[in-house]
């Protein structure tokens, strides 16, 4: 009989592997480091992949409240250089099967599908042991549990991956700094006009623009920057008009209709340094143990991460229930399938920034998106 699941995070992939396992009715407890579901925002738009993250809902059995959250339009893109020059225009007809939804609105409807109990908030996970083959877990409250089943989805820093792998995530070289825009059709009419109804990347070599429409006017921007951590580390954020107009500096002569996305934000500059793992990480079979999402396979952000998270939570749960008599084998079935898959998209991550922000920017992400289109069916 499968013993009840231990997991760590009640992120996406964490909440869907509960939710899979709740279906299955195989018992399962989320211990989760925020105090609420409600303790911070859970940041802005996803575009769900129809071969991933809508595969994990409708395992889940959440595929048509998933469809009630899509914010019509979402999918379109455009691609502008520094002076503002539309390069391409991609209107979104409903056929891209990456629909936009709001993260925190998805992972609502994940919490609200499972019972209040299953999910333990306010609970850090500070270390964690393995002793007589049963994982011993400690909370930042000195709280403590024991488990024969343990699941890491706590992230990039995971305090579970230890168990099975020294691997650490390094930085890559390119930093965001996010930024809002809100009211933005009434307030900054200019920069609305430039993001357009989607996504906007307006990149050079070495650094970009890239933003997003979200619901109620709100323009939510990323500025990307290939600087060394030392760079990074010079700029005080807390300075909130020394760092943005350190910042700024970096697109001096880019057109106004961009470099309000800095100037004129709501919002302090908050930074974004990108880590990952290797792209082929991967570890022995671990008894009780196993990884997912960022915890397993860290990388650029390039539109998967959270619908990879998804998918490792829905495809565990499928292999834990498939075999409940046998965990060890459902892990290592598990693992050998998101090993392939990861390092897949994680190759995938690098190249897709390397499009953006390469001395081929922002021509060589206009001949992609122009090779999606002619290979689209």
């Known amino acids: 009989m499968t013993p009840s699941v231990t997991i760590i995070g009640a ?3 964490g909440l869907t592997l509960a939710r899979v396992l709740h279906v299955h009715g195989i018992p399962a407890t989320v211990y989760e480091a925020e105090a609420s579901a409600m303790a911070r925002t859970q940041g802005g738009m996803l575009d769900i992949h129809d071969d991933s993250g809508q595969l994990a809902l409708k395992v889940a059995g959440l595929f048509d409240e998933f469809r009630g959250l899509i ?3 979402g999918q379109a893109s455009r691609v502008l250089d520094r002076n503002g020059r539309v390069l391409l225009d991609e209107p979104d007809d409903g056929t891209g099967g990456r629909p936009e939804v709001p993260r925190g609105a998805l992972r609502n409807i994940l919490l609200e599908s499972l019972p209040p109990e299953m999910i333990q908030w306010g609970k850090k996970l500070a270390r964690v042991v393995t002793r007589g083959g049963r994982h011993e877990l400690t909370f930042a409250d000195e709280s403590s549990v024991s488990t024969q089943l343990l699941v890491g989805a706590d992230g990039a820093w995971s305090k579970v991956r230890p168990l099975v792998s020294d691997a650490t995530p390094e930085y890559v070289g390119t930093s965001f700094i996010e930024t809002y825009l809100r009211d933005a059709d009434q307030r900054h009419a200019a920069a609305a006009a430039a993001v ?5 990347f307006a990149n050079a070599p070495g650094k970009g623009i890239f933003a997003h429409r979200e619901p109620d006017g709100v323009l939510h921007a990323y500025l990307a920057l290939n600087r060394s951590a030392e760079w990074i580390a010079a700029i005080d954020f807390a300075d909130i008009p020394a760092a943005t107009a350190r910042i700024a500096a970096e697109f001096d002569g880019w057109a106004p209709d ?3 996305l800095i100037t004129d934000a709501d919002t302090p500059p908050v930074l974004r340094m990108l880590h990952a793992l290797p792209n082929d990480h991967r570890w022995d079979r671990v008894a009780g143990v196993t990884l997912l999402g960022d915890a397993a396979h860290l990388m650029p952000p390039a539109g998967d991460g959270a619908n990879l998270a998804m998918l490792d939570g829905a495809e565990l749960g499928k292999a834990i229930a498939a075999r409940p008599d046998d965990s060890e084998a459902a892990l290592a079935a598990y693992e050998d399938a998101m090993f392939a898959r990861s390092q897949s998209a994680a190759v995938g991550a690098h190249q ?5 922000l390469g001395e081929h920017a922002p021509f060589s992400l206009v001949e992609f998106f122009t090779g999606m289109r002619e290979r689209s069916p």
Not at 196 to 200: N, T
């Open 11 to 13: 992120g996406l992939g």
């Open 71 to 73: 914010h019509e339009g």
């Open 196 to 200: 357009g109804g989607g996504a906007l």
């Open 258 to 260: 961009l470099t309000a």
């Open 352 to 356: 897709i920034l390397e499009l953006c």
